[in-house]
């Protein structure tokens, strides 16, 4: 039921003698690091918590911590006003997606004092978490399997995870605006992030200076019932491009049809399989079925970089080797799931998405056609079922008219956010750019000349001067050609 995923992050806590970078906080910050998940890198940061009610139609209710870190502008005497990031998923943490990517965000830094608010529900922030079982466990994505996840869920949580919605998150965030005595933002939100960012560009436009949406999502469409034909559209994509390549196109003739044999043998097909567990590298016997297969097709679609492993791993198991492409799909899932607050992202999707989604005349028969199909929204069917639900504003699905300047980035072959989403966000945002990267998928934060145009538009938020002629000497990953990687 993971939508959109990505890194990890750690306090470490002590008093910061230095004067704050922001003038005007009224809450105390202490000096703290946040840590790379690798531990190839920490960041210097001042921490704290903002109590806040939980639920915020109810005076009486408990208050929550949110953890709060700022990174500060190296430029101390720069006058430029902070940039809040705001994580996807739902249910990442945006201190864990900084601290997996703050070089991305070091342009920006020079200037800004970079702001992270853990949203309520995720990292140190009350995080509603819990477990469901791995898609590639046996069961795991029958009806019963996720209904007794589902319920073992709320029974650990209870129905007070309801209040961990985007409504209440962007109430949270104007109030952490405030106490930090900020009087103009700007934001960065990446995937979910996105409908974050435009929620608050609704709510407070007086409060904003910039935003850039990252991976686009459509404010008028519930996340969900486009994903499988998404998908499809960026696999397609993914094996154009390797048929119009030469060297891929040469080690991998025929990579439609291996593909096409693989959804075929996969539909229904099981095929029990031992690899070495890419996290402890003691055995690990699995059956390689459908779940994991989608699995395994959409997690590597999500970046070029993933992407480029792709022809070589289903050519691989279209030969009868299915354990790299197995290793592959678990390691990545790994990775990105530990970062991902489960209850708190089925909060988002059962009270903002699917009463939107039983409304809709799905085309099911189309979905079927797709090698994701309709597992995911099954799925949900079940957990969305019995599920707390919380406050969702009035307009979440209604069109964005905003003049705040906004910086729309896409990858053309994102199987999630794809550049129609992005077109269709932007129709009534009348100081806009949008910029298309060719051959990436879910994601621009790190890619090529992005990081730079992003801190030169934040510097000067006029979409129309930016300019991005540095994108057209943008290339995707080259393809593994093999296990030594790409041609040379």
Not at 22 to 32: D, M, N, Q, Y
Not at 343 to 362: F, H, R, Y
Request: hydrophobic content about 45%; overall charge negative.
């Amino acid at each position: 039921m993971r939508l959109w995923l990505l890194t990890v992050a750690a306090c470490g806590w002590g008093v910061l003698h230095a004067p704050p970078a922001a003038a005007g906080e009224t809450f105390a910050l202490h000096e703290c690091r946040l840590e790379h998940p690798l531990r190839l890198v920490s960041v210097e940061a001042r921490c704290g918590n903002l109590d806040v009610l939980e639920d915020r139609a109810n005076p009486a209710s408990a208050r929550i911590s949110l953890r709060i870190a700022v990174v500060a502008a190296l430029n101390r005497r720069s006058g430029a006003n902070p940039v809040f990031i705001l994580a996807g998923g739902p249910g990442q943490a945006a201190t864990a997606l900084y601290a997996g990517m703050s070089g991305a965000f070091g342009r920006i830094n020079r200037n800004h004092d970079v702001v992270l608010l853990d949203q309520r529900g995720t990292g140190a922030s009350s995080p509603m978490q819990c477990r469901f079982p791995d898609d590639w466990s046996d069961g795991a994505n029958s009806t019963q399997a996720i209904r007794s996840a589902s319920d073992a869920c709320v029974a650990s949580l209870g129905n007070r995870v309801g209040n961990y919605t985007t409504a209440n998150a962007i109430l949270d965030l104007d109030d952490a605006r405030r106490a930090l005595g900020y009087a103009h933002i700007s934001l960065y939100g990446a995937s979910y992030g996105t409908r974050v960012a435009m929620s608050y560009m609704r709510r407070f436009p007086a409060h904003l200076d910039a935003v850039i949406l990252d991976g686009v999502t459509d404010p008028q469409r519930p996340i969900g019932p486009d994903t499988p034909a998404d998908g499809e559209r960026a696999l397609e994509m993914i094996l154009a491009r390797c048929a119009a390549d030469k060297g891929c196109a040469s080690a991998f003739p025929n990579l439609a049809g291996d593909f096409k044999s693989l959804k075929a043998r996969f539909g229904t097909g099981v095929a029990p399989i031992k690899i070495a567990d890419p996290s402890s590298g003691e055995d690990l016997a699995l059956n390689f079925n459908h779940a994991l297969f989608a699995a395994s097709i959409r997690l590597l679609s999500y970046s070029a970089s993933q992407a480029s492993l792709l022809p070589f791993l289903i050519h691989q198991a279209a030969q009868g080797d299915l354990k790299a492409l197995a290793a592959q799909t678990i390691m990545t899932a790994r990775q990105l799931g530990d970062q991902i607050a489960i209850g708190m992202q089925n909060t988002v999707i059962c009270s903002e998405d699917w009463p939107a989604i039983q409304m809709q005349k799905l085309d099911r028969n189309a979905i079927q056609k797709t090698y994701q199909g309709s597992d995911q929204l099954d799925g949900l069917n079940v957990i969305c079922a019995h599920w707390p639900r919380g406050p969702v504003d009035a307009d979440l699905h209604a069109p964005l008219r905003s003049a705040t300047p906004t910086l729309l980035l896409s990858g053309d072959a994102d199987p999630v956010t794809p550049p129609q989403a992005a077109e269709r966000a932007a129709q009534f945002l009348s100081r806009h750019r949008h910029l298309v990267l060719n051959g990436e998928g879910h994601g621009a934060l790190a890619t090529g000349c992005v990081p730079r145009l992003m801190a030169e538009f934040l510097d000067h938020p006029d979409p129309a001067s930016l300019d991005a002629s540095c994108l057209s000497e943008h290339r995707a990953a080259p393809f593994f050609l093999g296990v030594s990687g790409p041609a040379p």
